[in-house]
Structures are given as C-alpha cells and as structure tokens.
C-alpha cells in the first residue's frame, strides 16, 4: 500500500490516501479538546468499491469479499465490496457495516493513520481534521491534560502495527507482480433488469502462470506463506456470485 503523508502544523492536502481528505500531526498543545466518537460509522467508506487489504487479513476477508489486485503502476492487493465504483454493499444509510462480515483494518484504523515527521527518521500519530468521527462533540477525549489517553495510545498502536504489516503485504505483492503470475481480469455481471454490467480493472493470480515458476521459488513462497495467500486469493473468487446477489438484493 502506498501512503506516506508527511506531518506538519498545516493539513496535508497533496496525495491523500483513499478515505483521508487532510491529515494533522496529533498535538497534544494544539488538540487538547479534540475526542473520538465512541461508535464506530463507516459512513466514510460507502461511496467505494474496494478496500485496501493487509495480507494478513485474506484469511478472514476470503469468507466475505473477492479479494483482487489493482492494474495500473502502483498494485494493491483489495478487498471488492460494491459492482459500481461508487457504492459499499456493505455499508448501509446509517454508516453500520454489515453485521458479521469483515471490516478491513484500513477502515478500522480511520480517522488516525502513521505519518512521517520532516526529520525522515521517525514517525507520529495523524488524523484526518475534516472526519465526523473526530471533533470537539465527540465522546472519548485523546489527551488527559498533556497526555495522550488510553484512546490515543491504542490509535498508535494500531497504525504502527499497520504499517508493519503493509511492509509486509508490498513484499508479497512486489513478488507477485515481479514474476509475472497477475493477468488482467473482468467479471460479466447479469443485472435483475436483464442489463449487463462489467467489473473489470483489476487482476487475479493466473494458475497456469503460477505452475510454470521454477520449483526453488516456489518453495521460498511456500515457506514465506505466501502461496497460501495466493490460494486464499483464488477461492476468495468464489464470492462473485455472493456480491452480485446482494447489489440485486
């Protein structure tokens, strides 16, 4: 995944990551009043067809959504929740994700994200100003005084355990995307009315590809544990027909 807002006094307004519209350094002189709301709402998330994914959460994601990856120069390995590119099938009028399904950490993380400080060597807690999930009227408070609450602690923790594991997810996908193994795919969807539509855009793991890569790399995948996300990928395919009966529902 690529996102590396840097911090600063101002709100980033340049190469925001998907969901984030500025982001702020937290600080605790300057943020003493802002809280957190204490429910969660994905209302953020229901205007988008995919989500980015950690490779650590295919095995758990693989039950609800196909999970793909990007075409384009920049490869991400996504969760696909919606047909149209505007709509979340798994996000209702009221923000609630759908009970019992996955919720992906890129949103769960939302409105924090880690962020760069101009040193380049170290990094901090941000947030994105313009979240309803983050304001003055909200429920839990980040800073008891000049010290970050449990809240805010648990927020860090959650986004540099995050960063870690996207490290972890572009090796895998720089990997794949380097021998050679994704081709470009399209799903034909039959609409309710008779309509056609086609979700295309994205790529899947080429079985045959996969099978012609020399026997020594592909035990440095297996004993990596990637091969098994790569057949959690493919099976996760099986969930097209799912996806399309809930846009018809």
């Given at each position: 995944m690529t996102?590396?807002?840097?911090?600063?006094?101002?709100?980033?307004?340049?190469?925001?990551?998907?969901?984030?519209?500025?982001?702020?350094?937290?600080?605790?002189a300057?943020?003493?009043g802002?809280?957190?709301?204490?429910?969660?709402?994905a209302?953020f998330?229901?205007?988008?067809s995919?989500?980015p994914?950690?490779?650590?959460?295919?095995?758990?994601?693989?039950?609800d959504y196909p999970?793909?990856?990007t075409?384009?120069?920049?490869?991400?390995?996504?969760?696909v929740?919606?047909?149209k590119?505007?709509?979340?099938?798994f996000?209702?009028?009221d923000?609630?994700?759908?009970?019992?399904?996955y919720v992906?950490a890129?949103?769960?993380?939302?409105?924090?994200?880690?962020?760069?400080?101009?040193?380049?060597?170290?990094?901090?807690l941000?947030y994105d100003?313009d979240?309803?999930?983050i304001?003055p009227d909200?429920?839990?408070p980040?800073?008891?005084?000049?010290?970050p609450?449990d809240a805010t602690?648990?927020?860090l923790s959650f986004c540099?355990?995050f960063r870690?594991?996207?490290?972890?997810s572009?090796?895998?996908?720089k990997?794949?995307?380097?021998?050679?193994v994704?081709?470009?795919?399209?799903a034909?969807?039959?609409?309710?009315?008779g309509?056609?539509a086609?979700?295309d855009?994205?790529?899947?793991?080429?079985e045959?590809k996969?099978?012609?890569?020399?026997?020594?790399q592909?035990?440095?995948w297996?004993?990596?544990?990637w091969?098994a996300l790569i057949h959690?990928h493919?099976?996760?395919?099986?969930?097209?027909?799912e996806?399309?009966a809930?846009?018809?529902a």
């Open positions: 996102e590396q807002p840097s911090a600063s006094s101002e709100p980033q307004r340049t190469a925001m990551p998907l969901f984030y519209n500025r982001v702020f350094s937290l600080d605790p300057r943020d003493q802002l809280r957190l709301a204490s429910a969660p709402n209302a998330a229901r205007q988008t995919l989500i994914l950690l490779a650590n959460e295919f095995g758990a994601a693989l039950a999970i793909v990856f075409s384009g120069a920049t490869v991400d390995a996504v969760a929740v919606g047909i590119t505007d709509e979340n099938l996000v209702d009028a923000g609630r994700w759908k009970a019992g399904c992906p890129y949103v769960r993380r939302y409105p924090f994200i880690f962020i760069d400080l101009p040193d380049g060597d170290s990094s901090a941000g100003p979240s309803t999930l304001g909200q429920d839990v980040l800073f008891d005084g000049d010290q609450t602690r648990q927020a540099a355990t870690n594991e996207a490290r972890t572009a090796a895998f996908v990997a794949i995307v380097e021998a050679g994704l081709t470009e795919k399209a034909q969807i039959s609409l309710s009315n309509a056609q086609r979700a855009g994205f790529q899947v793991v080429d045959e996969l099978g012609r890569l020399p026997d020594d592909l035990l440095d297996q004993r990596k544990g091969l959690g493919l099976f996760s395919l099986h969930r097209w027909p996806l399309v809930r846009s018809l």
